[in-house]
């Protein structure tokens, strides 16, 4: 017998994913989301059946069923943790889906851009490199509501059994009239914003076992004065590393970054944030925005750091603007300090202070920072092993037919021992990453 929305027992934050789900008929609507109290949220790694609709009318889904988060503990954790972004509704997306469900992820980190719907209408579905440059005169960000309805039916079957937890891309600010943005976005996905203590669906934190996740807004406010620094202060501040030991953000644009695209662009959240990070140990940042994928050593302050956090560029989901080729370090492809101008947010560009890169806006090589790059969409796989071990593979989308073939793969280990919070001088001697 199906339960409907309004008495399942589950954690909110991963109520959102019906939101994407289900396109009501017209004239129907969506059982609101009920306000759970703490006993409900102890409802930890059990299996729900669910339908959603309007049960008024004969307008419900099919019985779905899904399975909740482990309960936070440093010896529990989500199976495999799949991580896309820039998906888009294209081929590349299809196949970027199907090869990620062949990997049975048990939860999925959408880290910004997802329909793409923004630009439908104008390129006729078709993509462009350069949107603003292509179309000067259009209207940079339109919306398209069919758009983001075939996304969720196109999304429904994998994320209707499998926790889907996002944040907000620049395409899906969609400007309107009387300056509202991101009405599409927020209408779709109820996040735990509430229950981590933010005052914004923009930023918000979970547990999902012994990960705590912290996902930030690049498009709101990340100032060291404003609110969503005090609340990712006071977030990381009660991060208990002996229950939660894996500590993971996420966030749309990267911060480190080699290819020409959005080089440098979110310069100035760095400088306000990153050092809030490392204090705190992060483990792992990914993102998304460029069109390709690249991982990083471990890396703080544009310097090799053994504990500093492994970023991640996963922007390679399949989308309609292609995939990113250019590398800033190529003869030619460095951009201008003009360039990669954020669409929301100060302008940062800098010069190396120091390293090979001394004095340029760009290397002459690839940066010692940047361990691995590859122009090829596809998605990631992060399984958790113990406390110390995790392993990472980027799966490119042209290896979906091979058995065991990572485009990429690093075990990251864990270092507590000499890279913790209290740790005032931290050791930067053992650079423990191995990459195979």
């Known amino acids: 017998m199906a339960k409907k929305v309004a008495s399942i027992v589950a954690k909110r934050e991963e109520m959102q994913l019906f939101i994407a789900n289900c396109t009501p008929l017209r ?129 429904e079957p994998l994320v209707s059994r499998v926790p889907m937890m996002v944040i907000e891309g620049n395409h899906e600010i969609e400007p309107q009239a009387a300056g509202i943005t991101f009405k599409s976005y927020l209408t779709r996905f109820a996040l735990p914003a509430k229950e981590s203590g933010s005052s914004s669906n923009f930023y918000y934190s979970f547990d999902a076992g012994g990960v705590h996740f912290i996902m930030l807004g690049a498009y709101v406010d990340y100032n060291s004065t404003g609110a969503q620094y005090a609340w990712l202060k006071e977030d990381l501040r009660k991060v208990d590393r002996t229950v939660t030991p894996w500590l993971v953000t996420a966030w749309h644009p990267p911060w480190y970054n080699s290819y020409s695209s959005h080089y440098q662009e979110f310069e100035c959240m760095r400088q306000e944030m990153e050092q809030l990070l490392y204090h705190y140990g992060v483990d792992i940042v990914f993102s998304g925005h460029v069109h390709a994928y690249e991982r990083m050593n471990r890396v703080y302050n544009y310097t090799l750091d053994a504990c500093g956090p492994i970023y991640i560029t996963v922007g390679d989901g399949g989308n309609i603007e292609k995939v990113d080729v250019d590398h800033a370090d190529e003869p030619g492809k460095c951009p201008s300090q003009g360039d990669n101008m954020p669409e929301i947010g100060g302008v940062c560009h800098l010069n190396f202070s120091s390293g090979p890169a001394k004095g340029n806006f760009c290397w002459d090589r690839q940066p010692e920072w940047s361990a691995y790059r590859e122009s090829s969409f596809g998605h990631g796989i992060l399984e958790v092993l113990n406390s110390t071990y995790a392993l990472w593979s980027w799966h490119r989308n042209q290896d979906t037919y091979k058995e065991d073939s990572p485009g990429d793969q690093i075990y990251i280990v864990r270092q507590p021992d000499i890279c913790s919070p209290s740790t005032s001088l931290k050791v930067i001697s053992h650079f423990n990453i191995y990459s195979h």
């Not at 419900?60 to 799949?82: C, D, G, K």
């Not at 006729?124 to 350069?130: D, F, I, Q, T």
């Open 27 to 155: 004239g129907s609507s969506i059982i609101p989301l009920p306000s759970f109290t703490m006993s409900e949220l102890m409802a930890w790694n059990q299996r729900q059946n669910i339908t959603c609709g309007d049960s008024s009318l004969p307008a419900m889904s099919e019985e779905h069923v899904f399975e909740t988060f482990p309960l936070p503990a440093q010896n529990s954790y989500p199976r495999r943790i799949a991580v896309i972004g820039d998906l888009g509704l294209t081929r590349n997306s299809s196949t970027t889906i199907d090869h990620l469900s062949k990997n049975d992820p048990s939860l999925i980190l959408m880290v910004g851009d997802l329909t793409y719907a923004n630009q439908y209408l104008t390129t006729g579905g078709k993509g462009v490199p350069c949107f603003s440059c292509a179309f000067p005169d259009a209207p940079i960000r339109e919306t398209y509501q069919p758009r983001w309805d075939g996304w969720g039916r196109f999304m």
